[in-house]
T-cell receptor, first 112, second 112 residues
Framework: DTAVSQTPKYLVTQMGNDKSIKCEQNLGHDTMYWYKQDSKKFLKIMFSYNNKELIINETVPNRFSPKSPDKAHLNLHINSLELGDSAVYFC???????????FGPGTRLLVL | KNEVEQSPQNLTAQEGEFITINCSYSVGISALHWLQQHPGGGIVSLFMLSSGKKKHGRLIATINIQEKHSSLHITASHPRDSAVYICAVVPISNFGNEKLTFGTGTRLTIIP
């Protein structure tokens, strides 16, 4: 059973479109994250939710909107996609308190 | 300048060699993580440290809080160890939300 899963794994779309990436964890964790990994493989935090409440919101364009319907799911919706949004997006989760983060397999987004 | 610096950026070694990857950071931290990103893209957490030393199989991670430095060692390296190794810290200011600040990664290639 996959601990942290993301769908889709690959996403190719045109500039200007709106798309969503879904993340689910079956670990019973309280906190979930979205990270962006750019073409140079540099990872950066985007958002974090704890028990459906937004706790980290980095300087991310407001075209990006996270939604957490329950503590096992954290989705990422992106409006008006731009070329610079092309990247790999990783979801992660962890238990409350200091702990290991478990990463999803990543979603490779290519905006044409 | 990035708050987390790793060296070397790239490392190529022969199978069986002892490997050391270094991570230096410039802020007070509550924890430091070592992550492994496989060529296929998946990210796995190897260690989380706040002091001292941890060992898992052929991997050893150490941290010196006073010197703001951590090392990841691999003994008897094997081609399957080829991956990007990423150091990430939790600044004390982010204690509680576990917001990670990432290094730029070290690409390790082990030649048979």
């Amino acid at each position: 059973d996959t601990a942290v899963s993301q769908t889709p794994k690959y996403l190719v779309t045109q500039m200007g479109n709106d798309k969503s990436i879904k993340c689910e964890q079956n670990l019973g964790h309280d906190t979930m994250y979205w990270y962006k990994q750019d073409s140079k493989k540099f990872l950066k935090i985007m958002f974090s939710y704890n028990n459906k409440e937004l706790i980290i919101n980095e300087t991310v364009p407001n075209r990006f909107s996270p939604k957490s319907p329950d503590k096992a799911h954290l989705n990422l919706h992106i409006n008006s996609l731009e070329l610079g949004d092309s990247a790999v997006y990783f979801c992660a989760s962890r238990r409350q308190g200091i702990g290991t983060q478990y990463f999803g397999p990543g979603t490779r987004l290519l905006v044409l | 300048k990035n708050e987390v610096e790793q060296s070397p950026q790239n490392l190529t070694a022969q199978e069986g060699e002892f490997i050391t990857i270094n991570c230096s950071y410039s802020v007070g931290i509550s924890a430091l993580h070592w992550l492994q990103q496989h060529p296929g893209g998946g990210i796995v957490s190897l260690f989380m440290l706040s002091s001292g030393k941890k060992k898992h199989g052929r991997l050893i991670a150490t941290i010196n809080i006073q010197e703001k430095h951590s090392s990841l060692h691999i003994t008897a390296s094997h081609p399957r160890d080829s991956a990007v190794y990423i150091c990430a810290v939790v600044p004390i200011s982010n204690f509680g939300n576990e917001k990670l600040t990432f290094g730029t990664g070290t690409r390790l290639t082990i030649i048979p």
